[in-house]
């Protein structure tokens, strides 16, 4: 008697999307390429992004004021992580910064410059230098949340604070790696 063997294969329809932010973004668009979101909108969770989609930067500058820095509250998975990165080959500037809080996780964040675009101060600072008085944003990736999230290629420069990483008092469920 012959033997019967049966293959069952299983595939996923689940697929990724790609998400657009410029600096003309407006939260009334849809994130396509053609009507991007603010970058502000597209970090904070607020948007239907699922793990394993990514946000394209456009070529631009994003400034963040009066606060001066960009809230990221994405949630990716381990093998399907949420990439934050330019479009290929623009140069994204983000004046201010990131901070990454809760519930953030397996977040990429990628190929960005990330600065400060105040006048630095002329003269040295000392650790006794209220950071208030310089009338200048700290800046920088402030690390507050966040877990298996990477950073990749980032140049931080022009900050009072480069990377910041920090637990806050209540949380006790944060790791980087």
């Known amino acids: 008697a012959a033997a019967m063997c ?9 697929s990724s999307a790609d998400w657009y932010v410029s ?27 699922q793990p394993g989609d990514t946000i394209y930067l456009m070529e631009g500058t994003y400034r ?20 934050v990165q330019p479009v290929p080959g623009a140069r994204v500037i983000i004046d201010g910064g990131l ?6 996780r397996s977040v990429w964040i990628r190929d960005l410059e990330i600065m400060i ?4 101060p002329e003269f040295p600072l000392s650790p006794s230098d209220d950071i208030a008085d310089l009338e200048r944003p700290a800046g920088g ?3 507050v949340g966040g877990k298996e999230c990477k950073y990749i290629n980032l140049i931080i420069h022009d900050c009072l604070a480069g990377i910041v ?4 008092i209540g949380q006790t469920d944060i790791t980087q790696e």
């Open 117 to 120: 675009s105040e006048p630095r």
């Open 141 to 143: 990736l402030e690390l």
């Open 99 to 104: 901070r990454v809080e809760q519930p953030s």
């Open 165 to 168: 990483s920090y637990q806050v």
């Open 64 to 83: 963040r004021r009066p606060k001066e820095r960009f809230v990221v509250k994405l949630v990716g998975k381990p093998d399907a992580p949420i990439r």
């Open 23 to 49: 600096p003309k973004g407006t939260p009334f668009n849809d994130g396509s390429e053609k009507s991007p979101w603010p970058l502000a909108l597209a970090l904070s969770g607020e948007r239907n992004i």
């Open 6 to 14: 049966s293959l069952f294969v299983y595939v996923s329809t689940a």
